[in-house]
């Protein structure tokens, strides 16, 4: 599992950081990214997965903690945006290889999974 | 007037009324393609769509031109899509849990992956959606979320539809939490419960 910090995430454009998270997942890793993600950076994301997706990658699971939709949150946006000219999403998103991520629960406030261990041989 | 004015509208932007579009997109095995038959069937008198009880079965973009729909003395006409549905993961070993052979099963889950691509790339043609969840599930997904996310960012009008409610674990009031900012009517497809209810929203709200 790995954290990535809004810090490691912000100079960066979501296309580059599709294109990491893509090697990633696809060697089983469980990414947790210190950002929320658009509803079209989140489309994007599953038409890249798709596009991606065969036998040996069948795809990702996919979960996050969307910025609250107040006025305070609002603000903040408003002044990443507008004034220093920079993409604000606060939240936290998951993703992670299909086949290692299990048992997933999701509601707007929590998230949890299981991920499963690689067999000892 | 307000008809006159929408179809100069329409001419202008080179669509007409035959052009107008209704996706039905939800989840896998949400009973997409049970609607898309119960509407095709009650108005053409064709059904549209497979259905079986495998996910993914419906791996491309189904589309049924000129369906008519009417209600409380107005109609409209559209064409209305069938969408295969959107997830972020098929694996081709689903399929052989359902007794179809690994070929196979590899060719099903490319086609679906396929057919999700194209599902996601309609979301910007489409003119209204009927977004339908099966009510025995949680249907607070990211997947979810992102297709409501994308529909509303371009106003596309929404109904959305809570299934299966001819079934024991039938919870309605989850879709509604999940998603409270949009009208949800209680439907079964598969029995045809509150299908002439639809088509009256579908007339009030998506026209």
Known sequence: MEFFSRAKLQDRSFEEKMEEIMDKVRESAVLVLEEGWSAEQKRKFIQKTMEEA??????????????????????????????????YRSGLTIVGNSRVMEKMKEEKHSISFLAKLEDDE | ??????????????????????????????????????????????????????????????????????????????????????????????????????????????????????????????????????????????????????LEAKDIPILVLANKTDLEDSDPERVRDAFPQHPVLEISAKEGENIDKLYQEIVERLN
């Not at chain 2, 001419?11 to 035959?18: C, H, S, V, Y």
């Not at chain 2, 899509?81 to 993961?89: E, K, V």
């Not at chain 2, 992956?113 to 194209?118: F, L, M, R, S």
């Not at chain 2, 043609?125 to 979320?145: G, K």
């Open chain 2, 1 to 150: 007037m307000i008809g006159r004015l929408k179809k100069i509208l329409s001419n202008i932007f080179g669509k007409t009324e035959d052009d107008m579009s209704i996706g039905i997109y939800g989840p896998p095995n949400a009973g997409k393609s049970t609607l898309a038959n119960q509407i095709s069937q009650d108005l053409t008198g064709e059904e549209m769509s497979n259905v079986s009880e495998v996910p993914h079965e419906t791996r491309d973009v189904e589309k049924k031109e000129k369906v008519e729909i009417e209600a409380d003395g107005r109609s409209i006409q559209m064409n209305l899509l069938d969408m295969p549905g959107i997830t972020t993961n098929v694996d081709f070993k689903d399929f052989k849990e359902h007794g179809i052979e690994e070929d196979d099963a590899k060719g099903r889950a490319k086609e679906a992956t396929k057919g999700i691509v194209e599902a996601v790339k309609y979301l910007d043609d489409v003119d209204a959606c009927l977004v339908i969840f099966d009510s025995t599930e949680d249907p607070y997904t990211q997947v979810n979320v992102t297709i409501i996310g994308n």
């Open chain 1, 54 to 87: 065969g036998e040996e990658f069948p795809g990702v699971e996919f979960m996050g903690l969307d910025p609250s939709d107040n006025r305070l949150e609002r603000a903040k946006s408003f002044v990443f945006d507008t004034v220093l000219g920079q993409d």
